[in-house]
T-cell receptor
Framework: DQQVKQNSPSLSVQEGRISILNCDYTNSMFDYFLWYKKYPAEGPTFLISISSIKDKNEDGRFTVFLNKSAKHLSLHIVPSQPGDSAVYFCAARAEKTSYDKVIFGPGTSLSVIP | DAGVIQSPRHEVTEMGQEVTLRCKPISGHNSLFWYRQTMMRGLELLIYFNNNVPIDDSGMPEDRFSAKMPNASFSTLKIQPSEPRDSAVYFC????????????FGPGTRLLVL
């Protein structure tokens, strides 16, 4: 059973508009969340993270929102650019327990149309 | 730094053959991870090492898979015998300390078993 879910396999957005990528998790022990970005033929690279003590973290055009009660987080990209076209992986881990694996979601493929 | 180095980048083999994937982590990193990416399951953690010691291999699919880390700068993932269902992209990643730190991924090995 997947503990980190990304229910949209793909998303298309017009350049300049907002991209919203969603992620849900089931394990209430998760307290740190990350987004990785992956271009074709390359490995994933770290993009942005958020701790469970916050509900928002912003880095330039990228903002991650966390709703702990709903076990849901989202990544907002504003404005979207063609170079943002990639696969985005949501990931989660439990910092304060011995369960120290990072669990990745299946990914969402974002296409930003010029 | 050259980043995480993986070889080969592509591998095509026939069912029943032995396959060996290689990884050189970033110098100074203490944790090393092997992941498999498939369309169905996304990024799955197969095994991770800390200070060259296997810590968690619960993600290794079956006895046909084995991984070693003989020293801090080299790891192998071996599949023997290979099967068509092993076809996937295999990523190696490393992190400076524990798995809870940001992971740096290699470019991956695309494996096709015919």
């Amino acid at each position: 059973d997947q503990q980190v879910k990304q229910n949209s396999p793909s998303l298309s957005v017009q350049e300049g508009r907002i991209s919203i990528l969603n992620c849900d998790y089931t394990n209430s022990m998760f307290d740190y969340f990350l987004w990785y970005k992956k271009y074709p033929a390359e490995g994933p690279t770290f993009l942005i993270s958020i701790s469970s003590i916050k509900d928002k973290n912003e880095d330039g055009r990228f903002t991650v929102f966390l709703n702990k009660s709903a076990k849901h987080l989202s990544l907002h990209i504003v404005p979207s650019q063609p170079g943002d076209s990639a696969v985005y992986f949501c990931a989660a881990r439990a910092e304060k327990t011995s369960y120290d694996k990072v669990i990745f979601g299946p990914g969402t493929s974002l296409s930003v149309i010029p | 730094d050259a980043g995480v180095i993986q070889s080969p980048r592509h591998e095509v083999t026939e069912m029943g053959q032995e396959v060996t994937l290689r990884c050189k982590p970033i110098s100074g990193h203490n944790s090393l991870f092997w992941y498999r990416q498939t369309m169905m399951r996304g990024l799955e953690l197969l095994i991770y090492f800390n200070n060259n010691v296997p810590i968690d291999d619960s993600g290794m699919p079956e006895d046909r898979f084995s991984a070693k880390m003989p020293n801090a700068s080299f790891s192998t993932l071996k599949i023997q015998p290979s099967e068509p269902r092993d076809s996937a992209v295999y990523f190696c990643a490393s992190s400076p300390g524990t798995p809870q730190e940001t992971q740096y991924f290699g470019p991956g090995t695309r494996l096709l078993v015919l």
